[in-house]
């Protein structure tokens, strides 16, 4: 029987290995941030697009000579942060006074930037 063959790992190696598994664990949480982050975007995004959609209909079902220019706030909770959404509706005469465009942009500011969200619509006289 030899003395030089033991079967097993050495300290060293178990080291190195514990080295490479924890670099890739590294690697995966950093992707894992990055989709997170990715993500709350698009639910704010998609909250945005809510908030303009409701804004849109809200100028459809009002008179027609009630519908003004305005600007308002709204706050929304989103992964347990309040979000702001600054609304600004900016309301124009088209067609000889017969129909008015109403466009509505929602910006927001989230992680030391700023979006937008704009969508427009014509409402005609009754």
């Known amino acids: 029987m030899r003395m030089n063959e033991k079967k097993g790992y050495t ?12 670099i890739l664990l590294l690697g995966l949480l950093a992707g894992l941030i990055v989709t997170y982050e990715f993500s709350n975007r ?8 809510k908030i ?3 804004t849109l209909e809200e100028y459809r079902y009002k ?5 003004n220019s305005e600007t308002k706030t ?14 600004s509706t900016t309301v124009s005469d088209e067609v000889a006074g ?10 927001w500011y989230y ?4 979006y937008s969200y704009h969508i427009e619509t014509l409402v005609r006289k009754e």
Do not use: P, Y
């Not at 300290?11 to 924890?22: D, Y």
């Not at 698009?42 to 697009?49: H, P, Q, S, T, V």
């Not at 709204?74 to 609304?87: C, E, G, L, W």
């Open 74 to 87: 709204v706050t929304r909770q989103i992964r347990n942060k309040n979000i702001t959404f600054n609304v």
């Open 63 to 67: 008179k027609f000579n009630d519908i």
């Open 11 to 22: 300290l060293v190696e178990t080291l190195v290995a514990m080295f490479i598994f924890a």
């Open 52 to 54: 303009a959609q409701e």
């Open 42 to 49: 698009n639910l704010i995004r998609d909250e945005a697009i």
């Open 111 to 114: 992680k030391n930037k700023n």
């Open 98 to 107: 017969e129909m008015k465009r109403v466009s509505i942009t929602v910006s």
